[in-house]
């Protein structure tokens, strides 16, 4: 089983890499968090945004080892 963190870049269509993501977990009988959209977590205030992914990561932290897959990780990163 691997160990550690990866943090990998999607440069197919999002149900390939969704499907492959699954594969690769069911394997190594992982379990699969998948967070469909950063919009869910992203709020106007940073503070509340935080608290959000706060409560996503504790709320899968109880399965570790796991896969967390976060589709549009983009969009927390801003540039104002």
Known sequence: MPTGTFL???????ETSSHLV????QHWH????ECNSCLDLLCEVPQTTEAKMKIFFTKIRQYAPCVVLIHDLDILIRSD
Do not use: E, I, Q
């Open 8 to 14: 990998l870049k999607n440069f197919g269509d999002r």
């Open 22 to 25: 699954r594969l690769a977990a």
């Open 30 to 33: 992982l379990h699969v968090f």
